[in-house]
Structures are given as structure tokens and as C-alpha cells.
């Protein structure tokens, strides 16, 4: 399965910019990070990194809605 960098913006509507795709995942994972470097960052969106099937799954797990992270106050 193939790893894709998307540009990741929330406004002024949620939108997805295929920038990439690379088959291996240090290649993937060295390029994300660059671009998250050369980037200011969040003013152009957020670089993300997802591993998928597909293209159109890959934008439908970027578009998932993820419970928020427990605080550790069970």
C-alpha cells in the first residue's frame, strides 16, 4: 500500500491537496518532515502522511472525525 503527503486545510471549508505519493515509508516520512520544515507552519494547512489503498481512501481516512485523546482522568 502506498504512503500520500496531503496538504491539510480547515479553512474557510475543509480541503485535501494530494501533494505526493511514495511507496516506501522512510522515503514518505523524510519528505513529510521536509515539507513541514520548509513550510511556516499551519499558515498554508498541515502536512499529513497517510497510509491507504487508494487515493479515495486515503482521503476518506483524513476526512474521519477521531474521538479526542483521553486526559488520563478515568
Do not use: F
Amino acid at each position: 500500500m502506498p504512503y500520500y503527503i496531503y496538504r491539510v486545510t480547515e479553512r474557510p471549508i475543509r480541503q485535501l491537496q494530494k501533494l505526493e505519493q511514495y511507496e516506501a515509508y522512510s522515503e514518505a516520512s523524510a519528505r513529510a518532515k521536509q515539507l513541514r520544515k520548509d513550510e511556516a507552519w499551519g499558515v498554508n494547512g498541515l502536512i499529513k502522511m497517510i497510509h491507504a489503498e487508494t487515493e479515495m481512501g486515503a482521503e476518506d481516512l483524513l476526512n474521519q472525525v477521531r474521538d479526542p485523546v483521553p486526559d488520563g482522568d478515568d
